[in-house]
């Protein structure tokens, strides 16, 4: 994306949560942006800048990080057949709309999500995109370019499903693909794409999709291969029970100690909810690790269950949050996934157990460490400048003691005021400038009556 102005300026900010190592609440304070990182950050600065913000009544914080996503997803949200559905009825159900997959949709999709993460204050996402009907590679192309043009940081998962049903998996032969069509493919993407550098806008990430959809074949070479190529690793773990029954008839063990025999422990792989976990399961995470995208939303809407995140961060694991897909969540708002990892971990492990500053934590310095990244999720000199700032003079605030937890506790409409991606500008005063939201809605619409409607 085309930069147009150098310097950025936010001027007297009433409070800024750093998110650095000691956890600083600065007040009063000016950010200085230049180019695509932060300058500066001091009170009283003299320096000029092409673009002025005020920061008066606001709070602003690291950009947030998305940890899991399908954006796909965002078009077929409550579907009335599955809205109280368990996770594998509600994949084989959704299977079948989604092997209709139209290079429209993917585009659509893209922009509602990229659009809502951004309007929630998440400036870096991952998504994990798994279905190529007919082998259709190029989808995760548009995805791509489209997440590209619209600004976020972006991860791009090259996902996969290569074990259909007459294999012993879940899904129907149309969505699964073979295992050197996948490989050949993901390494296809690394070269057209991956930037490994600090402030990379594009990351490619191997994903094959669950334990139940891909092979055990697929999951070796690929890690094998990942590593080859210093990227990092995703799939689906320990979500529901079923998928821990499927693993100990067909591999006589947990999902995590499954993983471990296929070599998919460590720091460079990042697996979405790890809900059922043994003690032993979590102790080998943490030994490992392993970093966990939590998604607490999705994991209550499918009736999954509650992840035991104080215990894994405790056992040392790196956790993060994900929205997860829309079709389970069924939305992408990052502050909302926030306040709902607060609230769950407080019913499983006690009220102590999550403040809302660790909440906070684990969406921006735990999706940073998830991903491999030092150069975001804190605001220090030096970093990127992937920064939000929420307005606090909002009835919605009133009242409150402490400004940075209130945005956590408190809340209606869960809406940045402003924010900034890589140094540039992509919401203001609650709008998205880049993106027209009612337009995006009607293209929606005929898309679902064009390419979803007919099959449900
Ligand atoms: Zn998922």
Redesign the pocket.
Known sequence: MERAMSKILLKNISIVATMDDERKILKNTDILINENRIEKIAKNTKEKAQILISGQGKVALPGFINT?H?FYQTMTRVLKKVTDAKLFDWLLYLYDIWANLTPEWVEISTKIAVGELLLSGCTTTLD?YYVYPDNKNNFLDIEIETANQCGIRFHPTRGAMSLDRDKGGLPPRRVVQEEAEILKDLERLIQKYHDPKDFSMIRIVNAPCSPFSVTKELLKESINFARKKKITSHT?LAETLDEENFCIEKFGKTPVRYMEEVGWLGDDVLF?HCVHLSDDDIKLLGKTKSCVSH?PT?NLRLGSGIAPIRKLIDAGATVSIGV??SASNDSSNMLLEIRQCMLVARVKTGVSSMSATDALWLATRGGAKALKREDIGALEQGKAADIVLFDIEDIAYAGCGDVVEALVFCGRNFTANDVIVNGKLLVKNKKLLFLDEKEIYHKAKEIFKRDIAPNL
Do not use: I, L, N, R
């Open positions: 899991h399908h994990h689906h979405a998604c999705s997860d897909g």
